[in-house]
């Protein structure tokens, strides 16, 4: 499998990421600045977190315009598995590659910890070395990562399966409390209707080496070298 990170001002996530597909593809990614409007082709293209361009105007809305989103657009029309992570949930939403938008928390304030997600789908490229119903524990970090959308695309997402992951208790029940930031429905993370285009708040980079006190993102990248290499 190839990869390419895509790297903005403000990215302090990229170098994780990088880490974590370098372990599970044996090789490194390709790390594209964001005014390259040509890299080589590759499998995978992951937005990774971190506060590109500052957020000065709104979360993820300049990192949408830059040359190596108008890229990896393109490249997520024709079919290319595109992750966003945190950050890049937010800028995969700006692109309007994922519905809905992601709001300041319903605290109003930054949160940082560890959270349960409850996998609500088995499925390749992302969350096919999961099992249905799994729970796992994956770290946030944000501050505008409260899901909202309408009512309408709600009920599409539930109904289309492209719910891939929701706050959760440990045993798996989806509750108003185990929802670290309002999102609607405890939406943690979503698909496109095709399902190459995946974006999460919570950070699978980050829990996916003993050293970092857990390994329950690991299959993330692992399932992604297996579905696309």
């Given at each position: 499998m190839k990869a390419a990170v895509i790297v903005f001002p403000g990215s302090n996530c990229d170098r994780d990421v990088e880490v974590?597909?370098?372990q599970s593809m044996g090789a490194p990614p390709l790390m594209v600045w964001h005014r390259e409007s040509e890299f080589p082709a590759v499998d995978l293209i992951v937005v990774p977190g971190g506060f590109s361009y500052g957020d000065y105007l709104?979360?993820?809305?300049?990192?949408?315009?830059?040359?190596?989103?108008?890229?990896t657009r393109r490249r997520a029309d024709a079919g290319v598995a595109v992750l966003g992570?945190?950050?890049?949930f937010q800028i995969l939403a700006e692109t309007a590659l994922l519905p809905g938008v992601l709001m300041?928390?319903?605290?109003?304030?930054?949160?940082?910890?560890?959270?349960?997600?409850r996998v609500e789908r088995k499925a390749a490229p992302f969350t096919g070395k999961y099992t249905e119903g799994q729970v796992i524990r994956i770290p946030i970090a944000h501050a505008d990562g409260n899901y909202f959308t309408d009512d309408e695309t709600l009920a599409r997402l539930e109904g289309e399966g492209q719910i891939a992951f929701r706050y959760a208790q440990p045993d798996?029940?989806?509750?108003?409390?185990?929802?670290?930031?309002?999102s609607r429905a405890n939406i943690a993370g979503i698909t496109n209707t095709a399902g190459n285009v995946l974006g999460m708040m919570p950070h699978p980079e980050r829990l996916?080496?003993?050293a970092l006190s857990g390994t329950d993102g690991r299959p993330m990248f692992d399932g992604l070298v297996e579905a696309l290499g």
């Open positions: 974590a597909l370098t709104r979360a993820g809305a300049m990192a949408a315009n830059s040359p190596a989103m108008v890229e992570i945190c950050n890049g300041r928390n319903a605290a109003l304030r930054f949160i940082c910890r560890d959270v349960h997600l798996g029940a989806v509750t108003p409390s185990a929802n670290p930031n309002g996916a080496d003993p």
